[in-house]
T-cell receptor, first 112, second 113 residues
Framework: QKEVEQDPGPLSVPEGAIVSLNCTYS??????FMWYRQYSRKGPELLMY????GNKEDGRFTAQVDKSSKYISLFIRDSQPSDSATYLC????????????FGRGTSLIVHP | DAGITQSPRYKITETGRQVTLMCHQT?????MFWYRQDLGHGLRLIYY???????DKGEVPDGYVVSRSKTENFPLTLESATRSQTSVYFC????????????FGPGTRLTVL
């Protein structure tokens, strides 16, 4: 079992839908949680970053961390075709390590 | 240009040949990383470096060599390429410290025939 589990999808939704992307993890010591967006044939780019539990909102994006359940989510409101990409979760901070552990990524397709 | 660059962007080579992938960042970030990305595996860490002349193995280091004589450069060498090393390679850097934010390069798509 990988330390970070993420459903690869693809997840296909109509434009305007609310999208929920999720990751589960096994190491309860993780403290920092990140979401990266990766367009086709590009490098990942940081989308959201949260520390410990709670919610963080940035425009149409909300990141949620539930450490008791070892579960993190990324919500995208009013999804757009330009949101079509692969979304990777990542987490770090276990045992003082700053090296993130990545999920495999979820492919999202938003169709007009 | 400021940021992190990789070269070449595309490379085709043959089994047994030596290949070097270059990574250059202009931010003077402390940490630099090399990942490979394959379908079904996601991003896997090959090597990383905390500073010039300090490198360490990641999850999949076999068949790869790195060096870091200057802070801004972190080349990755495949000493004798194998077909299993066909992949997309990403370099990343981070200033280190509490933020842990990684900045990724555009990737090098390597095919080993």
């Amino acid at each position: 079992q990988k330390e970070v589990e993420q459903d690869p999808g693809p997840l296909s939704v109509p434009e305007g839908a609310i999208v929920s992307l999720n990751c589960t993890y096994s190491n309860s010591a993780f403290q920092y949680f990140m979401w990266y967006r990766q367009y086709s044939r590009k490098g990942p780019e940081l989308l959201m970053y949260t520390y410990s539990s709670g919610n963080k909102e940035d425009g149409r994006f909300t990141a949620q961390v539930d450490k008791s359940s070892k579960y993190i989510s990324l919500f995208i409101r009013d999804s757009q075709p330009s949101d079509s990409a692969t979304y990777l979760c990542a987490m770090s901070g276990a045992g003082g390590s700053y090296i993130p552990t990545f999920g495999r990524g979820t492919s999202l397709i938003v169709h007009p | 240009d400021a940021g992190i660059t990789q070269s070449p962007r595309y490379k085709i080579t043959e089994t047994g040949r030596q290949v070097t992938l270059m990574c250059h960042q202009t931010w003077s970030h402390s940490y630099m990383f090399w990942y490979r990305q394959d379908l079904g595996h996601g991003l896997r860490l090959i090597y990383y470096s905390a500073a010039a002349d300090i490198t360490d193995k990641g999850e999949v280091p076999d068949g790869y060599v790195v060096s870091r004589s200057k802070t801004e450069n972190f080349p990755l060498t495949l000493e004798s390429a194998t077909r299993s090393q066909t992949s997309v390679y990403f370099c990343a850097s981070t200033p280190g410290g509490i933020t842990d934010t990684q900045y990724f390069g555009p990737g090098t798509r390597l095919t080993v025939l």
